[in-house]
Structure formats: C-alpha cells, structure tokens
C-alpha cells in the first residue's frame, strides 16, 4: 500500500506541519508496512524532519529569461500542465492520497491561481491517476473570489471521504450545494498531540500573558488597504503590550509561522521607541517553530491572546484559557465549542479597552475557566478518536479486499 500525504507543509507554519505530524504518526501505527510520500511546497524541510520520500507541490520557475517570458506571455499554461502532467505520474503510483487538516479550502491571503488552483490540479489528477482521495478534519471558508471557489468546491466534489474539524467547515461546504450528508464532522488535528510538560510555577511570581503575534494585512493577498490594516494592528498591540507590562504582568509573544518572526522583532522595536524603552527586555520573545516549541511557550502563561488559529488550538490544549483576536470565523467556532464563546474579537476592529478588562477577568476567573477549556478539549480528542476508528475500518478494508494494490474507499 502507497500513501501520499498533501499540503503545504514545510514552510514554517506550525499548525499545517503539526497537522502532517499527526496524520504520519497515525499511519504509522494503522499501517506500518505501508509506504508513505509527502507532496509539500517545503520538500527538503519534511524529508529531512521526518524521514519520507518528497516532492515538490509545482516545478520552480525557468530560470533561463526567455523561457520564463514566453510561459508568462502564454498566461504560464506550458508550465501549468507540464505540472499537471507530471501530478498525474506521480499519483499513478498511489493507492490512496490524504490532505489531513487545515484550512485547506480557503482562500485566506491567496489568488485564485494560487493555492485554490494548485488543490484543484492535485485533486484531479488523483483521481485521473487512480488514486483514491480523502480530505481528513480540514477547515473550510471563507472562500471570497468567484473562482477560487469554483476550485475549491470542484476539489472537495472529488473526495471519496472528507471530514471536517468543526461544523462551521461542514455548513460552508453546504452553502456551496456539495452533498456533505455523508461528511463527519471531527476535530482539529492537533489535539491529538501530546501537551507540553507543565513547569513547576515559583510562588509569588507575577502572572502570564501569552500574546500571538502575526503578519497580518487583511483577508486579501496584496488588499489595497493592506498597510493601513497592518498598521492599526501593530498599534493596537503595542499598546495592549505595553498596558500589560505597566500592571506588572509578564508579557510572552507567541508565533504560529516563519513570516510572524519580522513582525514580532518590529513590534519589539515599536515598544522600545515609542513607550517601555530598556524596559523592552522585560518582554519575552523566544524562537518557535513546531506545535510543541508553542505548547511549551504556552505552559509558561497562565493566559492567551492570539490570533492564528493553532496558537488558540495550542492554548486550548494547553488548558489555557484564550482571547481571540480572529481573522476568521473558525476562531469563534473553535472557542465556542471550547465554552469561551464570550471572549471573540475580530482581529482589525477589537477594542483594545475591551480586550484589557477581559485579560484581568480572565485572570481572575481562570481556574473555573481552565475547567471549561478542558472539558472542551476532551470532547474534542473523543470525535478524533471516533474518527481514528472509522478510518482504521475503512483503511484496513480497502486494503484487504485490494491485497495492498489499491484501496477503495466507498464513494459519497
């Protein structure tokens, strides 16, 4: 049995890495003589962290001028089929293809020919290639453009399995007329991951705000509006940073992704020079870059603040109590289902004042909400673990009734 694993893998964000993580580990132990592929837009990166043959989502660019002319003369169709083509050999050799959690089937920061286009052509030529295709707990919409979500919804159409990680994914895929009868709603992957080690907390020690900090521009790639946007964000949060280190709290910032680096070493400077100046060292800021480097992050606050969407999955897992800042109505979905539905702001018009007088209510009822989180977070890995045993069946049929050639999965 051949196994492939698609997505966009490792480029540096934790939760789409933690996401392939959990989906390796559960292959491993159903179906350990199986032979697994990633196709990933970080090849090297997952080859290299976990040990399994790669490819590349898409052909780099020409490198000799002329060809690279011509190909966008010709609106790149020459090199999107030479893709196309080359997805179909690659798949032929496959008994089964898996896109495991995220939110694949949006189009957050994303051109319809990007990331839309790309899951459309590897959807189809899986099933062109005679593999079998299975979308597990991913999150779905907001899809904005027209096209992208002509893409999307044709790439979900070829599922022979799909499951979501929350309802709000199953109701968004209903509004675009796909049959999801038949579609299981689950849970985020990562709470399948093992929480952190909690540190042992010295008495007397101030408390812990975890804030996440992101590149964030607007829901669109390239918005016209987009600076001023990242602006009145920056500002924003350097004034509720700067609040917290003026009440005596320890401030932690989070990442969830590789480009969030720049953006918290820019905030950094904008505390320095326009409020804490030296007083900037007091803030924490540690490198991190998998779900567990976040989770131990996390187990340090004793609350958190965030804005991508697996740094709130972490805090939860965490048993952290969690603000969010959200730039997608997954946040609340997640928060809701977690007993913190009050506690939801969108991430370009929150209240700051809001915010702060949340963050001391939050401190102060911590314990009664911690039990909230946790009681959620269990009710989350039992739909995982239900869901880990109907894949078990339906895997280990298809590949008894196939002896290993190819798996049938039953169509929707």
């Not at 005679?130 to 992208?148: D, E, K």
Request: contains cysteine; proline residues 5%.
């Amino acid at each position: 049995m051949k196994i492939g694993i698609f997505g966009q893998f490792g480029t540096g964000n934790s939760g789409n890495d933690g996401s392939l993580e959990v989906m390796l580990s559960f292959l491993g132990k159903t179906f350990p003589e199986a032979k697994l592929l990633c196709i990933c837009s970080g090849p090297a990166k997952i080859q290299r962290e976990f040990g399994i043959e790669t490819y590349p989502i898409s052909h780099a660019a020409p490198r000799f001028w002329p060809i690279r002319w011509i190909d966008a003369l010709l609106l790149q169709i020459p090199r999107r089929t030479a893709d196309f083509v080359r997805a179909i050999f690659i798949v032929r050799s496959l008994d089964l293809l898996i896109i495991p959690g995220t939110g694949i089937l949006d189009d957050f920061s994303e051109t319809p020919f990007g990331w839309p286009y790309v899951i459309l052509r590897w959807c189809l030529a899986a099933r062109l290639g005679g593999a079998q295709l299975a979308f597990v707990s991913v999150g779905a919409g907001p899809i904005r453009h027209p096209l992208s979500r002509f893409f999307l919804k044709s790439a979900a159409w070829l599922g022979n399995y799909r499951s979501y990680r929350d309802k709000l994914s199953h109701d968004f895929m209903k509004t675009l007329q796909l049959d999801v009868s038949r579609d299981p709603v689950s849970a985020d992957l990562a709470f399948s991951l093992p929480a952190a080690t909690e540190p042992d907390h010295a008495e007397n020690t101030p408390d812990c705000v975890g804030i996440g900090i992101m590149i964030y521009s607007g829901w669109e790639k390239g918005g016209s509006d987009g600076q001023a946007i990242y602006r009145n964000y920056m500002a924003k949060m350097a004034e509720l940073i700067g609040w917290l280190h003026q009440q005596g709290l320890t401030v932690r910032l989070l990442i969830g992704d590789l480009y969030d680096r720049p953006t918290v070493a820019e905030m950094l400077q904008k505390l320095r020079s326009e409020t804490l100046g030296d007083a900037v060292g007091d803030i924490i800021a540690e490198d991190m870059e998998t779900l567990h480097d976040v989770m131990a992050q996390i187990a340090k606050t004793d609350i958190v603040v965030a804005s991508r969407y697996h740094n709130v999955v972490c805090a939860l897992r965490m048993g952290r109590p969690v603000i969010s800042l959200s730039y997608a109505a997954k946040n609340d979905a997640l928060l809701d289902d977690a007993g913190l539905s009050d506690y939801c702001h969108h991430i370009e018009t929150f209240d700051v004042e809001s915010v702060k007088l949340q963050i001391m209510e939050m401190l102060a009822n911590r314990a009664e909400l911690s039990k909230r989180v946790v009681e959620g977070v269990a009710n989350f890995q039992t739909k995982l673990t239900e869901q880990e045993i109907q894949l078990r069946a339906m895997l280990s049929e298809a590949a008894e009734q196939n002896s290993g050639v190819r798996p049938v999965l039953d169509p929707l």
